[in-house]
């Protein structure tokens, strides 16, 4: 069974910092591309960085420079280090994850986790 656990939300400060941290298990997480995304209430869900299973790291306009995507392989976990946060960084943060296997792509999510910042 695929599993995709968030953490690390919270209110914090603008300016401030978080560490979200998305713990995955059910599937071969170091084939996997891995992807952090977002959503607030009444608009799409955002992509905001993405590491596949190389060196390859994307990052939205809005996020470059405050934003670091990381993964663990050995840990099975994928990070968003977020600094410099802002009020328009508001969201709940959603990971997701990409399996490809021999014609079938297999698209995972967690839960998400709410991040609100606010002085």
């Known amino acids: 069974q695929v599993q995709l656990v968030e953490s690390g939300g919270g209110l914090v400060q603008p300016g401030g910092s978080l560490r979200l941290s998305c713990a995955a298990s059910g599937f071969t997480f170091s084939s996997a591309a891995m992807n952090w995304y977002r959503q607030v209430p009444g608009k799409e869900r955002e992509l905001v960085a993405k590491?596949?299973?190389?060196?390859?790291?994307m990052y939205a306009d809005s996020v470059k420079g405050r934003f670091t995507i990381s993964r663990d392989n050995a840990k099975n976990t994928v990070y968003l280090q977020m600094n410099n946060l802002k009020s328009e960084d508001t969201a709940k943060y959603y990971c997701n994850a990409v399996v490809v296997v021999p014609g079938t792509m297999y698209t995972y999510w967690g839960q998400g986790t709410q991040v609100t910042v606010s002085s």
């Open positions: 590491a596949n299973a190389g060196a390859y790291r």
